[in-house]
């Protein structure tokens, strides 16, 4: 049983590219959420997706954009990259059936802007 | 605010001993705690969850307790393992609407054989 994957593992960028980070959720898992976590810190949320739709929201800029596909698979964009949006971007699933929202968390992706 | 505090910010021991990491939160109104393990450049790992009722769980040799009039939660590690090398993150789950988590800083925690 996979559990989360995420892809790339590791990315460099530049200021003002763009980047699309891909998560695939634990097989049975419906919902996906993305954190965003600096070194040394806690994880912070992004947001959420349920349904195909952005359900929850945290404290980050419009730059911050996702999907969620029919298969349950999500993708977070980020455009116009700065420096500061060097971190550990994480994915986690979870199911609407089980009451608690207990996440799963995939490995993350670690971006790098210069 | 909803904030989780979390001490010492690193901790080191010696393998075999025991520990105790401690989260502190004022997050409102409540609904859950747990407390996650990562190791360096992976994801987190759950070791425990509790709700409002219940004051100890364990995972082996994890042990958590919550004290929810004090809002205060530990974790107690024993007889360490060189393989217990990672961060411990706790989060405080609220359930207003849709569940918000609120996370830690987590405790960096080393063991030296």
């Known amino acids: 049983d996979a559990g989360v994957t995420q892809s790339p593992t590791h990315l460099i960028k530049t200021r003002g590219q763009q980047v699309t980070l891909r998560c695939s959720p634990k097989?049975?898992?419906?919902?996906v959420s993305w954190y965003q976590q600096a070194l040394g810190q806690g994880p912070q949320f992004i947001f959420q997706?349920?349904?195909?739709?952005?359900?929850q929201r945290g404290n980050f800029p419009d730059r911050f954009s996702g999907h969620q596909f029919p298969n349950y698979s999500s993708e977070l964009n980020v455009n116009a990259l700065l420096l500061g949006d060097s971190a550990l971007y994480l994915c986690?699933?979870?199911?609407?059936?089980?009451?608690?929202?207990?996440?799963?968390f995939g490995a993350g992706s670690r971006l790098t802007v210069l | 605010k909803n904030q989780v505090e979390q001490s010492p910010q690193s901790l080191i021991i010696l393998e075999g001993k025991n520990c105790t990491l401690q989260?502190?939160?004022?997050?409102?109104?409540?609904?859950?705690l747990r407390w996650y393990k990562q190791d360096t450049g992976r994801g987190p790992v759950s070791l425990t969850i509790?709700?409002?009722?219940?004051n100890t769980k364990s995972n082996g040799r994890y042990t958590a307790t919550l004290d929810a009039d004090t809002k205060q939660s530990s974790l107690h590690i024993t007889a360490s393992q060189l393989s217990d090398s990672a961060s411990y993150i706790c989060?405080?789950?609220?359930?207003?609407?849709?569940?918000?988590?609120?996370f830690g800083t987590g405790t960096r925690l080393t063991i030296i054989p």
């Open positions: 986690a699933s979870s199911s609407r059936a089980n009451g608690a929202n207990v996440l799963t």
């Open positions: 097989s049975g898992h419906d919902t």
């Open positions: 997706y349920y349904e195909e739709e952005e359900r």
């Open positions: 989260c502190n939160y004022t997050v409102s109104p409540f609904s859950n």
């Open positions: 509790m709700t409002f009722s219940e």
């Open positions: 989060v405080v789950s609220t359930l207003f609407g849709n569940e918000k988590l609120t």
